[in-house]
């Protein structure tokens, strides 16, 4: 333990950095949680549990791990949450992103104007998604708001939600789990974050109401899966989206409106057919939180990460990543030609032709 002591001596995190206690640590026999995780996780339920999984009934998402008190629900993992950032707002690395995710998803909206400016729902579409595009989105897309996405204990008004993408730097992201990585993907949140506030204070100046994602601070939806029913991708074996052109590389944000707006059509490249033989995550992921089948949860089969032996190392590491880093699909000009490839693959099966072949 000397040793550990010394390392921890030269760490800028000092105790919240020791080993085992802090910060879980590879054994021979797997990965071990550290003492914190399993003093500070819930008792009673898993985190799977609280996810749903193994449920083949429909219910609304609960929170599991938030930063922000969710109205009559008791948070699963609130107080796991709070050891990953008391470790991460003390890192150098860290610290100035973190202060500035604060100040984005902190800043106030102004109110709507005061007359509406009309318009077609068509145009409005065409408005939204050049203004986005213009304004930090990489990627854009629009469906109507369900229930189903809302988390318990939140209400949402507002008819439509505006998924906004923004794409990872494949080189920064390939160093997972260093921290590298992690950095890379706070500034991509933070300028998901300053896209999110441009297109909402744009919407309320034209006369409509407009909400966007505040993080931690107020998320009241899951953000997948309507970014897989507005057309941004397709929900791989990772639990993260793989868009046909970026891959899974890239994080999301998103506006609620009540101005009219048109729906875009989900993706229906061949993804899921890709990730039901692909094993590279699956085997690559440090804890083994990735199944190769799919599971139901909340009354739809999918694919599911198990949080419990996801979550510890996500938090020692701020962030993992590791199987954003090594899906096929994140290399820089791949997702393009792999999604032909099944495209033409799946059609001979089916006796069809492609335009391009």
């Not at 929170?63 to 969710?70: D, I, L, M």
């Not at 970026?246 to 875009?264: E, K, N, Q």
């Not at 190769?292 to 020692?316: A, S």
Request: glycine residues 8%.
């Amino acid at each position: 333990m000397g040793e550990a002591f010394k390392a921890v001596a030269k760490s800028p995190l000092g105790l919240l950095d020791l080993p085992w206690i802090f910060v879980g640590v590879r054994t021979k026999n797997g990965y071990r949680q550290s003492f914190a995780h399993r003093l500070l996780k819930p008792r009673s339920r898993s985190g799977s549990d609280v996810n749903g999984r193994g449920e083949t009934t429909f219910r609304r998402p609960s929170p599991v791990y938030h930063f922000r008190e969710t109205p009559g629900v008791k948070l699963g993992f609130k107080w796991v949450q709070q050891l990953f950032y008391s470790r991460m707002i003390r890192h150098p690395a860290f610290h100035e992103r973190i202060h500035e995710r604060k100040s984005n998803i902190g800043r106030d909206l102004p109110d709507p104007a005061a007359e509406k400016v009309e318009d077609t729902p068509e145009n409005w579409t065409r408005k939204v998604k050049a203004f986005a595009l213009e304004h930090e989105a990489d990627m854009v897309g629009i469906t109507e708001v369900r229930e189903e996405w809302v988390y318990e204990g939140f209400d949402v008004k507002l008819p439509w939600i505006i998924m906004e993408g923004v794409v990872q730097d494949y080189d920064k992201i390939a160093t997972a789990p260093d921290h590298t990585t992690n950095m890379e993907v706070l500034d991509q949140y933070n300028r998901a974050h300053r896209a999110n506030f441009d297109l909402a204070q744009w919407i309320r100046e034209q006369g409509y109401q407009a909400e966007r994602y505040r993080g931690f601070l107020g998320t009241t939806m899951t953000m997948i899966p309507p970014a897989i029913e507005a057309g941004l991708g397709i929900l791989g074996k990772h639990g993260s989206m793989i868009n046909s052109k970026h891959g899974p590389s890239f994080r999301l944000g998103y506006v609620m409106t009540d101005m009219p707006l048109i729906a875009d059509m989900p993706d229906d490249s061949p993804v899921d057919d890709f990730c039901m033989s692909c094993q590279v995550c699956t085997r690559e992921c440090p804890t083994g939180a990735i199944s190769d089948e799919k599971q139901w949860v909340r009354g739809e089969k999918k694919w599911y990460v198990d949080i419990d032996k996801c979550l510890p190392f996500f938090n020692d590491t701020f962030g993992c990543n590791v199987c954003i880093a090594v899906c096929p699909f994140s290399r820089p000009g791949a997702a393009e030609p792999l999604l032909l490839k099944l495209a033409r693959r799946r059609a001979r099966k089916l006796g069809e032709t492609t335009p391009a072949e």
